[in-house]
């Protein structure tokens, strides 16, 4: 028990040094430290399908099911990544914000579902746990598919409108900070002249 407890340590250790990882990365890719949080987002959602995935096959949650979800992290974070890089590109060539997720959502699709069902493919070998240590190594493929499809279902339905949401609250906040900005500015001109 003392030995599982601290691998599982290290485990979460490490899969929270991952998800650092890409949270900078993201910042340095986008430009800003606001975006990247939708993008992560789509990590918990995939953390839905691993725990029904395994529920559904028996499975615990063990080392090779914990290895599965940091495999997961990176994985889930690509389509994520796809869609809003895309989007944030049609916004900045001039698109309304809405405009520019839905294109997002409806040109970036077929990619998706394409390196999803081809991730799937490749993990249900492992999923089966056919062969000499088979058994061992099962729950980190049904961890790997489960998350998939999960995260791929609920990514292109709430990280587009998590990131719709995001930016209004960065536009009120941007506006905010304007108004206070000219509100402090408009007394030090009117004082400028009178003094002078």
Known sequence: MQDQADVFGKIFAALGLAVLM???????????????????LSLPLSLVGVVLILLLTGDTLNLMSLIGVILLMGIVAKNAILLIDFAKWNHEEGMPLREALIEAGRVRLRPIIMTTLALIAGMIPVALGHGEGGDFRAPLGRAVIGGTITSTLL???????????????????RGRFRRRTHVRAAPAEQAGPAGG
Do not use: N
Request: charged letters at 15%; zero cysteines.
């Open 22 to 40: 890409m949270y900078l990365i993201l910042v340095v890719q986008f430009g800003s430290f606001l975006d990247p949080l939708a993008i992560l």
């Open 155 to 173: 990514t292109l339905l709430v990280i587009p409108t998590v990131y719709e949401t995001m930016a209004g609250w960065r536009e009120k906040l």
